[in-house]
């Protein structure tokens, strides 16, 4: 249990022994559940917690009670990881009123077979409802990432609890960047909704915002400025940073050994930065986020099955779902016999919006040879001009 001040207080819970969250995103540092307290005239309960840490969760919300009883639940997202104690804590509470907005009580039936009646306080955009000192007003922030989120403005303390906004993976103990897993966590979970997050950008910056809770990862409080920026950046789906990002899926080292090759080529002839890794071995989602990060992309793929070597086609996919624009990229490919991998990433990358495909292109016949070469500073030489 932890004091944000002396009437809202952190009662989520760190989990570290999660292998996969949501079932797809490595988290070696685990992740947070957070959920938090208002204390006033009237209580509310901002959101409960995963299930995997329920005992926890109660126990925190009992010491932090002291005795007293909840009035409201606030229910910002339906999502299991902070909504599977909703049941429960109303059972517990039965004089706790549910409060959401016309999706939220739409859904709810789908998780939980429980009665309504009597029990809900349905809330719109800019609705308010005071607890005492403490008013709550509510912004509705539809598809960031689901249909019924929504995010609550406390307007005597400044608070802005976000959902699953400004959130980032690992556990709140761990002394990790901020930027990286918050990116990580943007780009594979909200990343396709970047429109919306632009228009919630839009109503926060009519507020003034003095903390950020979120669902997972650390209680924002300074540098605001600098976080809401970043959002800006990734939401609108300009580069965060000029580079360029090579990412190949090699069967026998071949592709590795080109793509390596490239990478020394682009750096001598002075391109900005240069980042390379091998989809089949890292992180997809940090894949993902790389490919986001930076200006350009270079896709280097062998021919497998008449088609592209797995690893690729799946990092593709993944740029296609996640709504990757606005970027230049080079392929290369390699095949010994059929080469069409080249043409398969080319006409995956034709299905992005605003993805400018370099002219150039290069085709490996197995391994490196000097006419390979030839063509990869000429690729080289197109692409950092472009």
Request: include cysteine; aromatic fraction near 10%; glycine fraction near 6%.
């Amino acid at each position: 249990m932890t004091e944000i001040s002396k009437s809202v207080i952190y009662i989520g819970a760190d989990d570290k022994d999660l292998d996969l969250f949501e079932s797809q995103y490595i988290v070696p540092e685990g992740i947070s559940y957070n959920s938090y307290l208002i204390l006033d005239e009237k209580v509310a309960v901002m959101d409960t917690i995963d299930r995997r840490k329920t005992d926890e969760w109660f126990d925190k919300l009992d010491k932090a009670l002291g005795g007293r009883t909840p009035d409201y639940l606030v229910i910002s997202h339906l999502e299991p990881d902070h909504a599977a104690n909703i049941k429960a804590a109303a059972e517990k509470y039965p004089q706790m009123k549910l409060v959401g907005n016309k999706k939220t009580f739409a859904m709810l039936p789908q998780f939980f077979d429980m009665s309504l009646d009597g029990r809900t306080v349905e809330v719109g955009e800019g609705d308010e409802l005071s607890l005492g000192e403490h008013t709550l007003k509510f912004i509705m922030a539809p598809m960031v990432h689901w249909p019924e989120v929504m995010m609550t403005y406390e307007t005597s303390e400044k608070i802005l609890f976000s959902a699953d906004a400004f959130g980032k993976f690992g556990a709140l103990d761990v002394d990790a960047d901020w930027d990286c897993e918050a990116r990580r966590y943007y780009f594979n979970i909200v990343g396709k909704y970047g429109a919306q997050v632009q228009a919630v950008l839009k109503k926060a910056a009519a507020l003034d915002i003095k903390t950020i809770c979120p669902l997972h990862g650390p209680v924002l409080s300074e540098k605001l400025e600098y976080y809401i920026n970043k959002y800006d950046i990734w939401s609108s789906y300009r580069p965060e940073d000029e580079g360029i990002f090579i990412a190949y899926a090699s069967i026998h080292g071949n592709t590795k050994a080109a793509a390596e090759q490239l990478k020394e080529i682009l750096d001598k002839k002075g391109a900005q930065k240069t980042v390379i890794t091998d989809l089949s071995r890292c992180d997809i989602a940090e894949a993902v986020e790389d490919a986001f990060r930076y200006s350009k992309l270079v896709v280097a793929a062998s021919t497998y099955d008449g088609g592209v070597f797995p690893p690729m086609e799946e990092f593709l996919a993944h740029l296609k779902s996640k709504g990757y624009k606005n970027r230049k990229a080079a392929v290369m490919e390699n095949g010994s016999w059929g080469p069409v991998a080249g043409r398969k990433m080319r006409e995956a990358l034709e299905q992005m919006n605003g993805v400018e495909i370099c002219d150039k292109s290069v085709t490996i016949k197995s391994t490196v040879k000097p006419e390979t070469v030839t063509a990869m500073e000429e690729m080289a030489d197109a692409f950092i001009a472009m």
